[in-house]
């Protein structure tokens, strides 16, 4: 049942004084957009009035087809506390569609919604907990972004050396303010990264929570004149952001993940849910970790996975199965990286999921040693695949995968493909300071 009524949105923007409200919405590769209205266009807007020119958004329409409509979602109605000293700032998320009503194609919250529609009729609905990695970067006399940190705290390091902790619980306190519930706050492994995680909810409350969530750190860390950073590897030779994945289905209120009887007390579902995530990341490779950037975080040594394996307790596995159980069961997908598209992500999830499990596929043996101490044939001799190691080879692996094709096919994947391979010999044509440090002199 919804939370709130077109009539409670209308009450609530006069009450609390409201000045703007942002009507949001992502386009195909997650930036997200708005158009701000006064509450004077509140009626409006929630009877979904508001266009927009598809056209100039990347990945929607041409020119020729470019009306398009913002249906709000009413209960992501809430008040961006943070915006406060600019006057009230109220935001509301958005599906996108066409002048007839109907859901646009190209909306990635409605590639999302088509599968949890999907699996919502096998009887499961699919919750999802992500972890957001992120550093924190100081800026230069023009406000633009260094590498620097000033900071050389480490992995739950505690202050005065974590300078990164103040922005932290100040990011947590507006969170809660928007109504999340922050499970843990900390410094990372890297001198100036950090990562807080709130609570899992629905895959698309998920999904809508990872934008703004971004978005509040790096406002508040710009308030505190840094830059915050989702950039997958920012610097060479130290860890790199991920946002791993922690999903589970539900049937009936109950976790289909637990099984007390089942070996490791995991369900046959849990078990083909992980076959399916497997079988399909290659081709899920491209939208998890979508920038070119990407690839330089997945390589061996820095707790990011580069293999094809699964593991109970393993971090250096693609898949790992975290201790808890009961109804917290959960398998954690730790490829994806905060760049990421978060509604085509957990769309391309939970699509993989669902095949394993609609096929009763069953998972290789778990992996129990460290991968990254393997060489390449004990990893052969244990069937241990690569994940793609370039943005180039996930697009191939995208198009040879029919299942995760069909999950944002033919709108998003057409566009999808055609931007990413733009973007992939843009920077192949470019020269980088590596090149010149090591072949200037020498040649
Ligand atoms: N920063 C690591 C990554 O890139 C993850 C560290 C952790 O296990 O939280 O995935
Ligand atoms: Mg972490």
């Not at 043996?365 to 190691?389: C, K, S, V, W, Y």
Request: glycine share 8%.
């Amino acid at each position: 049942m919804s939370k709130y009524t077109k009539e409670d949105i209308i009450r609530m923007v006069e009450e609390e004084g409201v000045d703007f409200i942002r009507m949001q919405f992502t386009d195909i590769f997650g930036q997200g957009k708005n158009v701000a209205i006064t509450p004077s266009q509140i009626g409006k807007a929630l009877n979904n009035q508001i266009s927009i020119d598809g056209s100039s958004i990347e990945g929607f329409t041409r020119i020729h087809e470019s009306d398009q409509y913002l249906y709000p979602d009413f209960d992501t109605f809430t008040i961006l506390s943070w915006y406060e000293q600019q006057g009230k700032v109220a935001r509301l998320i958005c599906d996108v569609c066409n002048p007839d009503g109907t859901p646009f194609i190209g909306d990635p919250r409605g590639a999302l919604k088509r599968v949890l529609e999907k699996a919502a009729a096998m009887g499961y609905s699919f919750n999802v907990g992500p972890e957001c990695e992120f550093f924190l970067f100081e800026l230069d006399q023009n406000g633009r972004p260094t590498t620097k940190t000033g900071d050389e705290a480490g992995y739950f390091d505690l202050g005065p050396i974590d300078h990164g902790d103040q922005i932290r619980r100040e990011v947590c306190l507006a969170l809660e303010k928007l109504g999340f519930e922050i499970e843990a706050s900390h410094h990372e492994c890297a001198a100036g990264q950090h990562e807080i995680d709130f609570k899992y909810a629905d895959a698309l409350t998920a999904a809508d929570n990872i934008i703004t969530f971004k978005q509040t750190v790096k406002k508040i860390a710009y308030a505190n004149g840094f830059h915050a950073t989702f950039m997958p590897k920012p610097i060479y030779g130290t860890a790199g952001n991920g946002m791993h994945i922690n999903m589970s289905l539900f049937k009936d209120g109950k976790n289909v993940f637990y099984d007390p009887n089942g070996p490791r007390g995991l369900s046959k579902e849990a078990y083909s849910f992980i076959a399916g995530l497997l079988a399909h990341v290659k081709g899920m490779t491209a939208i998890t970790n979508p920038l070119v950037n990407s690839y330089k975080r997945l390589v061996p040594g820095y707790e990011a996975p580069c293999y094809l394996a699964w593991s109970a307790s393993n971090r250096s596995a693609l898949v790992r199965i975290p201790a808890a159980r009961g109804n917290s069961t959960r398998v954690e997908l730790r490829n994806p990286d905060p760049s990421c598209n978060p509604y085509l992500a957990l769309a391309v999830c939970l699509a993989a999921g669902l095949d394993g499990i609609e096929k009763g596929m069953t998972p290789p043996d778990e992996i129990t040693e460290n991968i990254f101490d393997m060489d390449p044939a004990a990893r052969a001799a244990q069937g241990i695949e690569d994940l793609p190691n370039s943005l180039e080879h996930a697009l191939d692996d995208l198009q040879a995968d029919p299942i995760i094709s069909q999950v944002l096919a033919p709108h998003i994947l057409t566009q999808y493909i055609a931007g990413k391979k733009k973007e992939w010999e843009e920077y192949c044509t470019r020269v980088s300071s590596w090149e010149i440090s090591k072949y200037m002199v020498l040649y």
